[in-house]
Protein backbone atom coordinates (compact mmCIF):
# COMPACT_ATOMS: atom_id res chain seq x y z
CA UNK A 1 0.00 0.00 0.00
CA UNK A 2 1.50 3.68 -1.41
CA UNK A 3 0.11 6.44 0.63
CA UNK A 4 2.10 9.35 -0.82
CA UNK A 5 2.96 10.21 -4.55
CA UNK A 6 6.60 9.66 -5.56
CA UNK A 7 8.17 12.60 -7.24
CA UNK A 8 11.18 11.11 -8.23
CA UNK A 9 10.80 8.15 -11.12
CA UNK A 10 10.69 4.85 -8.94
CA UNK A 11 12.85 1.63 -9.60
CA UNK A 12 11.14 -0.73 -12.10
CA UNK A 13 13.44 -3.13 -13.35
CA UNK A 14 10.86 -5.27 -14.47
CA UNK A 15 8.58 -2.73 -15.75
CA UNK A 16 11.04 -1.42 -18.06
CA UNK A 17 11.60 -4.45 -19.59
CA UNK A 18 7.93 -4.25 -20.99
CA UNK A 19 8.06 -2.96 -23.83
CA UNK A 20 5.02 -4.46 -25.89
CA UNK A 21 2.39 -7.35 -24.10
CA UNK A 22 4.51 -9.70 -26.22
CA UNK A 23 7.08 -8.83 -23.25
CA UNK A 24 4.89 -9.53 -21.19
CA UNK A 25 4.10 -12.68 -22.05
CA UNK A 26 7.29 -14.18 -21.91
CA UNK A 27 7.08 -13.95 -18.23
CA UNK A 28 6.64 -16.48 -16.01
CA UNK A 29 3.20 -16.25 -13.83
CA UNK A 30 5.04 -15.93 -10.59
CA UNK A 31 6.67 -12.57 -11.53
CA UNK A 32 3.32 -10.75 -12.72
CA UNK A 33 2.88 -9.81 -9.04
CA UNK A 34 5.69 -8.19 -8.87
CA UNK A 35 5.26 -6.40 -11.89
CA UNK A 36 1.91 -5.12 -10.91
CA UNK A 37 3.40 -3.43 -7.79
CA UNK A 38 6.28 -1.85 -10.21
CA UNK A 39 3.08 -0.81 -12.43
CA UNK A 40 1.35 0.55 -9.61
CA UNK A 41 4.23 2.63 -8.49
CA UNK A 42 5.27 3.81 -11.66
CA UNK A 43 1.46 5.07 -12.67
CA UNK A 44 1.25 7.26 -9.22
CA UNK A 45 4.76 8.47 -10.21
CA UNK A 46 3.96 9.36 -13.72
CA UNK A 47 0.41 10.97 -12.91
CA UNK A 48 2.46 12.97 -10.23
CA UNK A 49 4.28 14.67 -12.72
CA UNK A 50 1.53 15.22 -15.51
CA UNK A 51 -1.84 15.41 -13.33
CA UNK A 52 -4.78 13.30 -14.89
CA UNK A 53 -7.22 10.64 -14.48
CA UNK A 54 -6.14 8.46 -11.33
CA UNK A 55 -8.15 6.02 -9.10
CA UNK A 56 -10.02 4.20 -11.81
CA UNK A 57 -6.34 3.06 -13.61
CA UNK A 58 -5.03 2.22 -10.28
CA UNK A 59 -8.28 0.24 -9.47
CA UNK A 60 -7.33 -1.81 -12.74
CA UNK A 61 -3.90 -2.80 -13.05
CA UNK A 62 -4.35 -6.65 -12.16
CA UNK A 63 -7.09 -6.42 -14.72
CA UNK A 64 -5.40 -4.77 -17.21
CA UNK A 65 -1.83 -7.01 -16.56
CA UNK A 66 -4.22 -10.34 -16.73
CA UNK A 67 -5.91 -9.77 -20.23
CA UNK A 68 -2.46 -8.78 -21.62
CA UNK A 69 -0.93 -11.71 -20.10
CA UNK A 70 -4.03 -14.13 -21.64
CA UNK A 71 -4.98 -12.87 -24.96
CA UNK A 72 -2.56 -11.97 -27.89
CA UNK A 73 -3.24 -8.47 -28.16
CA UNK A 74 -3.32 -6.26 -30.56
CA UNK A 75 -4.79 -9.12 -32.72
CA UNK A 76 -7.15 -9.98 -30.19
CA UNK A 77 -9.17 -6.53 -29.85
CA UNK A 78 -9.38 -4.88 -25.65
CA UNK A 79 -11.82 -2.50 -25.74
CA UNK A 80 -11.82 -0.08 -22.99
CA UNK A 81 -15.50 1.87 -21.55
CA UNK A 82 -15.07 5.63 -20.77
CA UNK A 83 -11.07 5.11 -21.42
CA UNK A 84 -9.85 6.91 -18.22
CA UNK A 85 -9.05 3.79 -16.77
CA UNK A 86 -6.83 3.18 -19.59
CA UNK A 87 -3.97 4.27 -18.43
CA UNK A 88 -1.90 1.06 -17.29
CA UNK A 89 -3.21 -0.11 -20.77
CA UNK A 90 -1.26 2.26 -22.13
CA UNK A 91 1.86 1.70 -20.07
CA UNK A 92 2.32 -1.69 -20.57
CA UNK A 93 1.43 -1.27 -24.72
CA UNK A 94 4.77 0.62 -25.69
CA UNK A 95 4.11 4.38 -24.03
CA UNK A 96 5.39 3.53 -21.10
CA UNK A 97 7.98 7.33 -21.01
CA UNK A 98 5.30 8.99 -23.42
CA UNK A 99 3.11 8.65 -20.69
CA UNK A 100 5.02 11.50 -18.76
CA UNK A 101 3.28 14.03 -22.12
CA UNK A 102 -0.09 12.54 -21.43
CA UNK A 103 -2.70 15.38 -21.78
CA UNK A 104 -0.19 17.55 -22.45
CA UNK A 105 0.09 19.14 -25.87
CA UNK A 106 1.77 17.20 -28.18
CA UNK A 107 1.58 14.24 -26.10
CA UNK A 108 -0.36 10.63 -25.61
CA UNK A 109 -4.38 11.33 -25.25
CA UNK A 110 -5.93 10.47 -21.81
CA UNK A 111 -7.79 8.47 -23.21
CA UNK A 112 -7.70 5.54 -26.12
CA UNK A 113 -7.11 6.80 -29.30
CA UNK A 114 -6.88 4.31 -32.41
CA UNK A 115 -4.47 6.52 -34.74
CA UNK A 116 -2.01 6.57 -31.26
CA UNK A 117 -1.40 2.80 -31.31
CA UNK A 118 -2.56 -0.34 -32.44
CA UNK A 119 -3.46 -1.78 -29.00
CA UNK A 120 -6.37 1.05 -28.87
CA UNK A 121 -8.72 -0.31 -31.21
CA UNK A 122 -11.68 2.04 -30.73
CA UNK A 123 -11.30 5.44 -29.63
CA UNK A 124 -13.31 6.60 -26.28
CA UNK A 125 -13.90 9.53 -24.30
CA UNK A 126 -17.60 8.96 -23.18
CA UNK A 127 -19.26 6.15 -21.61
CA UNK A 128 -21.29 2.82 -22.82
CA UNK A 129 -19.93 1.95 -26.09
CA UNK A 130 -17.35 -0.74 -25.37
CA UNK A 131 -19.87 -3.40 -26.11
CA UNK A 132 -22.03 -2.29 -28.92
CA UNK A 133 -18.05 -1.55 -30.41
CA UNK A 134 -16.56 -5.06 -29.26
CA UNK A 135 -19.90 -6.78 -30.09
CA UNK A 136 -19.24 -5.13 -33.66
CA UNK A 137 -15.11 -6.55 -33.95
CA UNK A 138 -16.75 -9.98 -32.73
CA UNK A 139 -19.36 -10.18 -35.49
CA UNK A 140 -16.68 -8.61 -38.05
CA UNK A 141 -14.30 -11.29 -36.89
CA UNK A 142 -16.97 -14.18 -37.42
CA UNK A 143 -17.91 -12.33 -40.95
CA UNK A 144 -14.21 -12.60 -42.19
CA UNK A 145 -13.66 -16.27 -40.48
CA UNK A 146 -10.94 -14.75 -37.99
CA UNK A 147 -10.02 -16.38 -34.97
CA UNK A 148 -9.17 -13.43 -32.81
CA UNK A 149 -11.23 -12.25 -29.73
CA UNK A 150 -13.18 -9.30 -28.54
CA UNK A 151 -13.15 -8.28 -24.93
CA UNK A 152 -15.02 -5.50 -23.53
CA UNK A 153 -13.96 -3.62 -20.24
CA UNK A 154 -16.90 -1.69 -18.94
CA UNK A 155 -17.24 0.30 -15.37
CA UNK A 156 -20.51 -0.60 -13.80
CA UNK A 157 -21.28 3.34 -13.78
CA UNK A 158 -21.30 3.17 -17.59
CA UNK A 159 -23.45 -0.22 -17.40
CA UNK A 160 -26.10 2.58 -16.12
CA UNK A 161 -26.43 3.76 -19.89
CA UNK A 162 -29.52 2.40 -22.40
CA UNK A 163 -26.80 1.77 -24.70
CA UNK A 164 -24.74 -0.90 -22.99
CA UNK A 165 -28.28 -2.95 -22.38
CA UNK A 166 -29.22 -2.32 -26.12
CA UNK A 167 -25.63 -4.01 -27.02
CA UNK A 168 -26.24 -6.39 -24.35
CA UNK A 169 -29.55 -7.64 -25.72
CA UNK A 170 -27.91 -7.82 -29.22
CA UNK A 171 -25.10 -9.71 -28.50
CA UNK A 172 -27.06 -12.55 -26.64
CA UNK A 173 -29.56 -12.34 -29.61
CA UNK A 174 -26.92 -12.82 -32.59
CA UNK A 175 -24.46 -15.62 -29.92
CA UNK A 176 -21.44 -13.43 -30.81
CA UNK A 177 -18.33 -14.71 -29.39
CA UNK A 178 -17.34 -12.36 -27.21
CA UNK A 179 -16.38 -11.61 -23.36
CA UNK A 180 -17.78 -8.52 -21.39
CA UNK A 181 -15.97 -7.92 -18.00
CA UNK A 182 -18.19 -5.57 -15.49
CA UNK A 183 -14.99 -3.86 -13.69
CA UNK A 184 -17.33 -3.29 -10.79
CA UNK A 185 -15.47 -0.58 -8.66
CA UNK A 186 -17.45 -0.15 -5.50
CA UNK A 187 -19.95 2.11 -6.96
CA UNK A 188 -21.60 -1.63 -6.77
CA UNK A 189 -24.48 -2.83 -8.79
CA UNK A 190 -24.23 -5.73 -6.67
CA UNK A 191 -22.03 -7.11 -3.69
CA UNK A 192 -19.99 -10.42 -3.92
CA UNK A 193 -21.19 -12.82 -2.20
CA UNK A 194 -17.69 -13.98 -0.75
CA UNK A 195 -15.70 -16.90 -0.52
CA UNK A 196 -18.48 -19.38 -1.71
CA UNK A 197 -19.07 -16.98 -4.76
CA UNK A 198 -15.40 -16.78 -5.45
CA UNK A 199 -15.04 -20.45 -5.46
CA UNK A 200 -18.42 -21.52 -7.83
CA UNK A 201 -17.53 -18.53 -10.18
CA UNK A 202 -13.82 -20.98 -10.50
CA UNK A 203 -16.24 -24.01 -11.32
CA UNK A 204 -18.00 -22.12 -13.69
CA UNK A 205 -15.28 -20.45 -15.73
CA UNK A 206 -13.49 -24.00 -16.00
CA UNK A 207 -13.21 -26.37 -18.40
CA UNK A 208 -14.84 -29.22 -16.86
CA UNK A 209 -18.03 -27.49 -15.66
CA UNK A 210 -18.16 -26.02 -19.77
CA UNK A 211 -17.78 -30.00 -20.89
CA UNK A 212 -20.61 -30.99 -18.55
CA UNK A 213 -22.56 -28.09 -19.53
CA UNK A 214 -21.99 -28.90 -23.42
CA UNK A 215 -22.67 -32.30 -22.70
CA UNK A 216 -26.14 -31.92 -21.16
CA UNK A 217 -27.02 -29.37 -23.83
CA UNK A 218 -26.21 -32.84 -26.73
CA UNK A 219 -28.40 -35.07 -24.07
CA UNK A 220 -31.76 -32.92 -23.51
CA UNK A 221 -31.08 -31.90 -27.41
CA UNK A 222 -33.98 -34.28 -28.37
CA UNK A 223 -36.11 -32.86 -25.18
CA UNK A 224 -36.94 -29.10 -25.16
CA UNK A 225 -38.46 -29.10 -22.18
CA UNK A 226 -35.65 -31.57 -20.33
CA UNK A 227 -33.30 -28.69 -21.94
CA UNK A 228 -35.18 -26.06 -20.66
CA UNK A 229 -35.57 -26.66 -17.58
CA UNK A 230 -31.99 -27.71 -17.26
CA UNK A 231 -31.11 -24.49 -18.21
CA UNK A 232 -33.71 -22.68 -15.79
CA UNK A 233 -31.94 -24.92 -13.05
CA UNK A 234 -28.64 -23.56 -13.58
CA UNK A 235 -29.75 -20.03 -13.85
CA UNK A 236 -31.57 -19.98 -10.74
CA UNK A 237 -28.55 -21.78 -8.74
CA UNK A 238 -26.08 -19.09 -10.53
CA UNK A 239 -28.93 -16.21 -9.19
CA UNK A 240 -28.83 -17.88 -5.29
CA UNK A 241 -25.41 -16.85 -4.74
CA UNK A 242 -24.37 -14.46 -7.84
CA UNK A 243 -26.30 -11.28 -9.40
CA UNK A 244 -26.03 -12.09 -12.45
CA UNK A 245 -29.45 -13.05 -13.27
CA UNK A 246 -30.19 -10.36 -15.80
CA UNK A 247 -27.14 -11.41 -17.68
CA UNK A 248 -27.49 -15.04 -17.91
CA UNK A 249 -31.34 -13.71 -18.92
CA UNK A 250 -29.54 -11.45 -22.26
CA UNK A 251 -28.31 -14.73 -23.21
CA UNK A 252 -24.57 -14.57 -21.30
CA UNK A 253 -22.85 -16.90 -19.67
CA UNK A 254 -22.46 -15.23 -16.19
CA UNK A 255 -19.26 -16.18 -14.64
CA UNK A 256 -18.37 -13.51 -11.02
CA UNK A 257 -17.99 -11.64 -9.28
CA UNK A 258 -14.53 -12.54 -8.41
CA UNK A 259 -11.83 -10.51 -7.16
CA UNK A 260 -10.18 -8.26 -9.30
CA UNK A 261 -7.16 -7.52 -7.31
CA UNK A 262 -6.36 -11.37 -7.31
CA UNK A 263 -4.11 -11.68 -10.27
CA UNK A 264 -3.83 -15.74 -10.36
CA UNK A 265 -7.15 -15.67 -10.15
CA UNK A 266 -7.51 -12.92 -12.83
CA UNK A 267 -5.25 -14.90 -15.06
CA UNK A 268 -6.68 -18.13 -14.24
CA UNK A 269 -10.36 -17.38 -15.44
CA UNK A 270 -9.56 -15.46 -18.03
CA UNK A 271 -7.55 -18.60 -19.55
CA UNK A 272 -11.20 -20.60 -19.28
CA UNK A 273 -13.12 -18.54 -20.50
CA UNK A 274 -10.29 -17.28 -23.61
CA UNK A 275 -11.86 -19.94 -26.12
CA UNK A 276 -15.87 -20.38 -24.78
CA UNK A 277 -17.93 -20.20 -27.81
CA UNK A 278 -20.72 -17.56 -27.60
CA UNK A 279 -21.45 -14.11 -24.85
CA UNK A 280 -19.28 -14.38 -21.93
CA UNK A 281 -19.93 -12.18 -18.82
CA UNK A 282 -17.25 -11.96 -16.02
CA UNK A 283 -18.07 -9.15 -13.05
CA UNK A 284 -14.96 -8.33 -11.28
CA UNK A 285 -15.02 -6.47 -8.56
CA UNK A 286 -12.60 -3.72 -7.78
CA UNK A 287 -11.05 -0.65 -5.78
CA UNK A 288 -10.84 2.56 -7.05
CA UNK A 289 -7.51 3.97 -6.26
CA UNK A 290 -6.39 0.84 -5.13
CA UNK A 291 -3.14 0.26 -3.15
CA UNK A 292 -3.24 4.27 -3.15
CA UNK A 293 -4.13 4.50 0.69
CA UNK A 294 -5.71 8.41 0.14
CA UNK A 295 -7.69 7.68 -3.01
CA UNK A 296 -8.92 4.30 -1.46
CA UNK A 297 -10.63 6.14 1.06
CA UNK A 298 -11.89 9.03 -1.45
CA UNK A 299 -11.98 7.49 -4.75
CA UNK A 300 -14.67 10.57 -5.96
CA UNK A 301 -11.81 13.54 -4.74
CA UNK A 302 -9.34 11.18 -6.53
CA UNK A 303 -10.29 10.39 -9.86
CA UNK A 304 -8.42 12.46 -11.26
CA UNK A 305 -5.67 14.93 -9.36
CA UNK A 306 -3.07 17.92 -10.35
CA UNK A 307 0.08 17.48 -10.94
CA UNK A 308 2.50 16.99 -7.64
CA UNK A 309 4.84 19.23 -6.68
CA UNK A 310 8.43 18.03 -5.41
CA UNK A 311 8.62 18.65 -1.35
CA UNK A 312 11.90 20.75 -2.27
CA UNK A 313 10.42 23.14 -4.80
CA UNK A 314 11.14 26.58 -3.28
CA UNK A 315 9.00 28.81 -2.19
CA UNK A 316 6.56 30.94 -3.79
CA UNK A 317 4.68 34.11 -2.93
CA UNK A 318 1.21 33.41 -1.68
CA UNK A 319 -1.31 33.05 -4.29
CA UNK A 320 -4.13 34.84 -4.88
CA UNK A 321 -7.84 33.39 -3.17
CA UNK A 322 -9.01 31.60 -6.46
CA UNK A 323 -11.95 32.28 -8.59
CA UNK A 324 -15.40 30.24 -8.37
CA UNK A 325 -15.81 28.12 -11.24
CA UNK A 326 -18.92 28.73 -13.96
CA UNK A 327 -19.75 25.28 -12.06
CA UNK A 328 -19.77 27.16 -8.74
CA UNK A 329 -21.60 30.04 -10.28
CA UNK A 330 -24.64 27.20 -11.26
CA UNK A 331 -24.50 25.46 -8.25
CA UNK A 332 -25.13 28.71 -6.08
CA UNK A 333 -28.20 29.88 -8.27
CA UNK A 334 -29.67 26.76 -8.42
CA UNK A 335 -29.57 26.21 -4.45
CA UNK A 336 -31.11 30.46 -4.51
CA UNK A 337 -33.16 29.60 -6.79
CA UNK A 338 -35.02 26.54 -4.87
CA UNK A 339 -35.02 28.43 -1.82
CA UNK A 340 -37.89 30.62 -3.94
CA UNK A 341 -39.70 28.35 -5.73
CA UNK A 342 -40.85 24.26 -4.61
CA UNK A 343 -41.07 23.70 -8.03
CA UNK A 344 -37.76 23.74 -8.92
CA UNK A 345 -36.14 20.16 -9.54
CA UNK A 346 -32.17 19.42 -10.68
CA UNK A 347 -31.72 16.37 -12.86
CA UNK A 348 -27.84 14.97 -14.05
CA UNK A 349 -26.38 12.44 -15.91
CA UNK A 350 -24.32 11.49 -12.78
CA UNK A 351 -22.22 14.60 -13.12
CA UNK A 352 -22.98 15.78 -9.31
CA UNK A 353 -19.74 17.06 -8.41
CA UNK A 354 -18.73 18.10 -11.83
CA UNK A 355 -21.75 20.43 -12.24
CA UNK A 356 -21.40 21.26 -8.69
CA UNK A 357 -24.75 19.94 -7.27
CA UNK A 358 -23.52 18.78 -4.09
CA UNK A 359 -25.03 21.46 -2.31
CA UNK A 360 -28.46 21.23 -3.93
CA UNK A 361 -28.38 17.53 -3.16
CA UNK A 362 -27.75 18.03 0.19
CA UNK A 363 -30.36 20.70 0.73
CA UNK A 364 -32.93 19.19 -1.38
CA UNK A 365 -32.42 15.69 -1.48
CA UNK A 366 -36.48 14.99 -2.84
CA UNK A 367 -35.82 17.52 -5.70
CA UNK A 368 -32.20 16.03 -6.81
CA UNK A 369 -32.40 13.17 -9.16
CA UNK A 370 -29.17 11.56 -10.51
CA UNK A 371 -30.11 9.04 -13.67
CA UNK A 372 -26.51 8.17 -13.57
CA UNK A 373 -25.41 7.54 -17.02
CA UNK A 374 -28.39 8.04 -18.96
CA UNK A 375 -28.48 11.22 -21.02
CA UNK A 376 -31.46 10.66 -23.19
CA UNK A 377 -33.53 9.59 -19.97
CA UNK A 378 -31.96 12.59 -17.90
CA UNK A 379 -34.11 15.06 -20.83
CA UNK A 380 -37.26 13.03 -21.31
CA UNK A 381 -37.66 12.56 -17.46
CA UNK A 382 -37.28 16.06 -17.41
CA UNK A 383 -39.98 16.52 -19.65
CA UNK A 384 -42.16 14.59 -17.95
CA UNK A 385 -41.82 16.78 -14.91
CA UNK A 386 -42.58 19.61 -16.72
CA UNK A 387 -45.43 18.16 -18.53
CA UNK A 388 -46.82 17.78 -15.15
CA UNK A 389 -46.09 20.98 -13.56
CA UNK A 390 -42.53 21.19 -11.80
CA UNK A 391 -39.39 23.89 -13.37
CA UNK A 392 -36.42 20.86 -14.40
CA UNK A 393 -32.94 21.87 -14.21
CA UNK A 394 -31.35 19.26 -16.75
CA UNK A 395 -27.30 19.83 -15.42
CA UNK A 396 -25.19 18.85 -18.08
CA UNK A 397 -21.91 18.87 -20.35
CA UNK A 398 -22.31 20.50 -23.50
CA UNK A 399 -20.49 16.93 -25.26
CA UNK A 400 -23.13 14.59 -23.34
CA UNK A 401 -25.85 16.53 -24.35
CA UNK A 402 -24.90 15.41 -27.74
CA UNK A 403 -26.29 12.15 -26.48
CA UNK A 404 -29.68 13.35 -25.94
CA UNK A 405 -30.44 15.13 -29.11
CA UNK A 406 -33.45 12.97 -30.54
CA UNK A 407 -34.67 14.06 -26.87
CA UNK A 408 -34.15 17.76 -26.65
CA UNK A 409 -35.82 18.27 -30.31
CA UNK A 410 -38.81 15.68 -29.72
CA UNK A 411 -39.47 15.38 -26.23
CA UNK A 412 -39.41 19.06 -24.81
CA UNK A 413 -39.01 21.26 -27.67
CA UNK A 414 -41.88 19.97 -30.32
CA UNK A 415 -43.93 20.44 -26.75
CA UNK A 416 -42.40 23.69 -26.11
CA UNK A 417 -42.55 22.22 -22.96
CA UNK A 418 -40.27 24.41 -19.28
CA UNK A 419 -37.07 23.18 -19.09
CA UNK A 420 -33.92 24.79 -18.46
CA UNK A 421 -31.01 23.12 -19.71
CA UNK A 422 -27.59 24.86 -17.66
CA UNK A 423 -24.74 23.32 -20.61
CA UNK A 424 -21.38 23.03 -18.78
CA UNK A 425 -17.97 22.87 -20.36
CA UNK A 426 -18.86 24.71 -23.51
CA UNK A 427 -16.17 25.38 -25.56
CA UNK A 428 -12.68 23.92 -25.58
CA UNK A 429 -11.93 21.84 -22.54
CA UNK A 430 -8.01 21.97 -22.66
CA UNK A 431 -6.11 18.74 -21.72
CA UNK A 432 -9.44 16.47 -21.90
CA UNK A 433 -9.41 16.81 -25.75
CA UNK A 434 -11.92 16.63 -28.70
CA UNK A 435 -14.20 13.79 -27.15
CA UNK A 436 -15.08 16.33 -24.01
CA UNK A 437 -15.33 19.83 -26.48
CA UNK A 438 -18.43 21.65 -26.32
CA UNK A 439 -17.73 22.73 -29.71
CA UNK A 440 -21.12 22.34 -31.16
CA UNK A 441 -23.86 23.45 -28.86
CA UNK A 442 -24.48 26.91 -30.32
CA UNK A 443 -24.97 25.46 -33.88
CA UNK A 444 -27.23 21.96 -32.70
CA UNK A 445 -29.35 23.96 -30.64
CA UNK A 446 -29.78 27.11 -32.94
CA UNK A 447 -31.82 25.25 -35.37
CA UNK A 448 -34.27 23.88 -32.96
CA UNK A 449 -37.90 25.67 -32.84
CA UNK A 450 -39.12 27.06 -29.67
CA UNK A 451 -35.10 27.24 -28.18
CA UNK A 452 -33.85 30.33 -26.16
CA UNK A 453 -29.95 30.08 -25.97
CA UNK A 454 -28.26 32.31 -24.04
CA UNK A 455 -24.06 32.74 -23.75
CA UNK A 456 -23.03 34.58 -20.75
CA UNK A 457 -19.66 36.59 -21.11
CA UNK A 458 -18.84 36.69 -17.27
CA UNK A 459 -19.79 35.29 -14.16
CA UNK A 460 -22.85 37.82 -13.35
CA UNK A 461 -24.48 37.38 -15.99
CA UNK A 462 -24.63 33.59 -15.91
CA UNK A 463 -26.19 33.70 -12.59
CA UNK A 464 -28.45 36.42 -14.50
CA UNK A 465 -29.12 34.27 -17.28
CA UNK A 466 -29.71 30.81 -15.46
CA UNK A 467 -32.38 32.52 -13.82
CA UNK A 468 -33.55 34.12 -17.06
CA UNK A 469 -34.00 30.81 -18.69
CA UNK A 470 -35.78 29.34 -15.42
CA UNK A 471 -38.26 32.33 -15.68
CA UNK A 472 -39.05 31.61 -19.42
CA UNK A 473 -41.75 29.98 -20.38
CA UNK A 474 -40.80 27.24 -22.37
CA UNK A 475 -37.23 25.74 -23.25
CA UNK A 476 -33.99 27.73 -22.87
CA UNK A 477 -30.37 26.92 -22.61
CA UNK A 478 -27.43 28.44 -21.13
CA UNK A 479 -24.34 27.57 -22.26
CA UNK A 480 -21.19 28.35 -19.86
CA UNK A 481 -17.37 27.23 -20.39
CA UNK A 482 -15.18 25.41 -17.97
CA UNK A 483 -12.77 26.81 -15.50
CA UNK A 484 -13.49 30.66 -13.66
CA UNK A 485 -14.40 33.55 -15.16
CA UNK A 486 -12.85 36.97 -14.73
CA UNK A 487 -13.24 38.17 -11.20
CA UNK A 488 -16.40 39.98 -12.31
CA UNK A 489 -18.29 40.72 -8.71
CA UNK A 490 -21.73 38.62 -8.74
CA UNK A 491 -24.85 39.66 -7.93
CA UNK A 492 -26.27 37.79 -5.17
CA UNK A 493 -29.91 38.68 -6.44
CA UNK A 494 -32.10 36.79 -8.33
CA UNK A 495 -33.16 38.60 -11.27
CA UNK A 496 -33.82 38.73 -14.98
CA UNK A 497 -32.49 39.98 -18.17
CA UNK A 498 -34.52 41.51 -20.78
CA UNK A 499 -35.17 38.37 -23.94
CA UNK A 500 -33.06 39.16 -26.92
CA UNK A 501 -31.18 42.21 -25.63
CA UNK A 502 -27.66 42.75 -25.82
CA UNK A 503 -25.17 45.43 -24.13
CA UNK A 504 -22.25 47.35 -25.28
CA UNK A 505 -18.86 47.18 -23.51
CA UNK A 506 -17.14 49.75 -25.76
CA UNK A 507 -18.05 52.21 -27.89
CA UNK A 508 -16.50 52.98 -30.98
CA UNK A 509 -15.69 55.27 -34.21
CA UNK A 510 -14.39 53.37 -36.07
CA UNK A 511 -16.96 51.50 -38.27
CA UNK A 512 -15.86 48.46 -37.13
CA UNK A 513 -18.63 45.81 -34.72
CA UNK A 514 -17.62 43.42 -32.73
CA UNK A 515 -20.45 41.00 -31.66
CA UNK A 516 -19.24 38.77 -28.86
CA UNK A 517 -20.98 35.48 -27.86
CA UNK A 518 -19.98 34.43 -24.49
CA UNK A 519 -16.88 34.04 -23.26
CA UNK A 520 -14.29 35.22 -25.66
CA UNK A 521 -16.23 38.69 -25.91
CA UNK A 522 -13.95 39.89 -23.28
CA UNK A 523 -10.99 38.86 -25.07
CA UNK A 524 -11.93 41.19 -27.70
CA UNK A 525 -11.91 44.33 -25.85
CA UNK A 526 -8.10 44.40 -26.96
CA UNK A 527 -9.33 44.70 -30.90
CA UNK A 528 -11.90 47.21 -29.57
CA UNK A 529 -10.14 49.76 -27.93
CA UNK A 530 -7.14 49.55 -30.16
CA UNK A 531 -8.66 49.61 -33.56
CA UNK A 532 -11.85 52.50 -31.51
CA UNK A 533 -14.38 49.38 -32.38
CA UNK A 534 -17.73 49.09 -31.01
CA UNK A 535 -17.80 45.85 -28.94
CA UNK A 536 -21.24 44.64 -28.15
CA UNK A 537 -21.81 41.50 -25.96
CA UNK A 538 -24.93 39.67 -27.57
CA UNK A 539 -25.87 37.59 -24.69
CA UNK A 540 -28.30 35.85 -26.73
CA UNK A 541 -27.64 33.60 -29.77
CA UNK A 542 -31.79 32.90 -29.91
CA UNK A 543 -33.60 35.21 -30.37
CA UNK A 544 -30.46 37.63 -31.27
CA UNK A 545 -31.02 41.55 -30.32
CA UNK A 546 -32.45 42.25 -34.46
CA UNK A 547 -32.52 46.05 -32.82
CA UNK A 548 -28.92 46.23 -32.34
CA UNK A 549 -27.81 44.68 -35.54
CA UNK A 550 -30.27 46.42 -37.58
CA UNK A 551 -28.35 50.20 -36.02
CA UNK A 552 -25.36 48.81 -37.82
CA UNK A 553 -26.60 48.59 -41.26
CA UNK A 554 -24.11 51.50 -42.15
CA UNK A 555 -20.22 49.20 -40.62
CA UNK A 556 -17.68 49.36 -42.12
CA UNK A 557 -17.28 45.57 -40.85
CA UNK A 558 -19.28 43.14 -38.91
CA UNK A 559 -17.14 40.56 -36.48
CA UNK A 560 -18.60 37.82 -34.47
CA UNK A 561 -16.75 35.64 -32.00
CA UNK A 562 -18.06 32.61 -30.42
CA UNK A 563 -15.92 29.31 -28.46
CA UNK A 564 -18.20 27.40 -31.15
CA UNK A 565 -17.75 25.89 -34.52
CA UNK A 566 -17.67 28.14 -36.56
CA UNK A 567 -20.24 26.13 -38.91
CA UNK A 568 -24.00 26.93 -38.14
CA UNK A 569 -23.04 29.04 -35.13
CA UNK A 570 -24.16 32.24 -33.71
CA UNK A 571 -22.28 34.04 -36.40
CA UNK A 572 -24.06 32.10 -38.76
CA UNK A 573 -27.34 33.64 -37.18
CA UNK A 574 -26.09 37.16 -37.12
CA UNK A 575 -24.82 36.36 -41.28
CA UNK A 576 -28.81 34.99 -42.02
CA UNK A 577 -30.11 38.21 -40.41
CA UNK A 578 -28.56 40.64 -41.99
CA UNK A 579 -29.23 38.94 -45.09
CA UNK A 580 -32.42 38.32 -44.73
CA UNK A 581 -32.97 42.62 -44.20
CA UNK A 582 -30.64 43.25 -47.21
CA UNK A 583 -27.66 44.84 -45.19
CA UNK A 584 -24.49 44.61 -46.84
CA UNK A 585 -22.17 44.80 -44.41
CA UNK A 586 -18.41 42.73 -44.48
CA UNK A 587 -18.93 40.07 -41.96
CA UNK A 588 -15.56 38.26 -40.29
CA UNK A 589 -16.72 35.43 -38.57
CA UNK A 590 -14.33 33.91 -35.72
CA UNK A 591 -14.73 30.46 -34.10
CA UNK A 592 -14.10 26.81 -34.02
CA UNK A 593 -11.99 25.36 -37.50
CA UNK A 594 -13.85 23.07 -38.87
CA UNK A 595 -11.55 20.04 -37.32
CA UNK A 596 -10.88 18.28 -34.08
CA UNK A 597 -8.89 20.35 -32.05
CA UNK A 598 -5.96 18.21 -30.10
CA UNK A 599 -5.53 18.18 -26.38
CA UNK A 600 -3.36 21.37 -24.90
CA UNK A 601 -3.71 23.79 -22.46
CA UNK A 602 -7.11 26.24 -22.49
CA UNK A 603 -4.29 29.13 -23.70
CA UNK A 604 -2.71 27.11 -26.26
CA UNK A 605 -5.79 26.20 -27.86
CA UNK A 606 -7.44 29.39 -28.10
CA UNK A 607 -4.20 31.21 -29.54
CA UNK A 608 -4.06 27.39 -31.97
CA UNK A 609 -7.55 28.78 -33.37
CA UNK A 610 -7.02 32.10 -33.10
CA UNK A 611 -9.47 33.73 -30.71
CA UNK A 612 -6.97 34.84 -27.94
CA UNK A 613 -6.84 38.37 -27.57
CA UNK A 614 -3.69 38.80 -30.17
CA UNK A 615 -5.63 36.48 -32.61
CA UNK A 616 -8.85 38.61 -32.48
CA UNK A 617 -7.04 41.62 -33.49
CA UNK A 618 -4.66 39.99 -35.59
CA UNK A 619 -7.77 39.27 -37.76
CA UNK A 620 -9.68 41.79 -37.87
CA UNK A 621 -6.52 43.90 -38.77
CA UNK A 622 -6.05 40.92 -41.77
CA UNK A 623 -9.30 41.36 -42.63
CA UNK A 624 -9.67 45.04 -42.63
CA UNK A 625 -6.54 45.51 -44.62
CA UNK A 626 -8.31 43.35 -47.51
CA UNK A 627 -11.32 45.16 -47.95
Known amino acids: MFETIPTSRPLTPLLDTIDSPADLRQLPKKELPLLVRELREYMLYSVGQTGGHFGAGLGVIELTVALHYVFNTPEDRLVWDVGHQAYPHKILTGRRDALLSIRQEGGISGFPKREESDYDTFGVGHSSTSIGAALGMALAARQLEKSRKAVAIIGDGAMSAGMAFEALNHAGDVKADMLVILNDNEMSISKPAGALSSSLARIWASKTYENIREGGRKVF ?12 A ?8 APGTIFEELGFNYIGPIDGHD ?6 TLSNLK ?15 KGFEPAEGDPIGYHAINKVEPDDKPATEPSKPSLPKYSNIFGRWVCDAAEQDQRLVAITPAMKEGSDLIAFAEQYPDRYFDVAIAEQHAVTLAAGMACDGLKPVVAIYSTFLQRAYDQLIHDVALQNLDVLFAIDRAGLVGEDGPTHAGAYDLSYLRCVPN ?7 DEDECRKML ?3 YEYSGPAAVRYPRGTGRGITVNDKLECIKLGQSRTLHEGQSGVVICGFGRPTYDAL ?3 KKLDATLLDMRFVKPLDEQALLSQKDAKLIVTIEENAVMGGAGSAVSEFLNDNNIHVPVLHLGLPDRYEEHASHSAMLKRVGIDEQGILDAIESKLLSL
Do not use: C, N, W
Open 234 to 241: EEHMKGMV
Open 221 to 232: SGLPTALELARK
Open 526 to 528: LAA
Open 451 to 457: MVIMAPA
Open 467 to 469: HTG
Open 263 to 268: IELLTQ
Open 275 to 289: DRKGPQFLHVITKKG
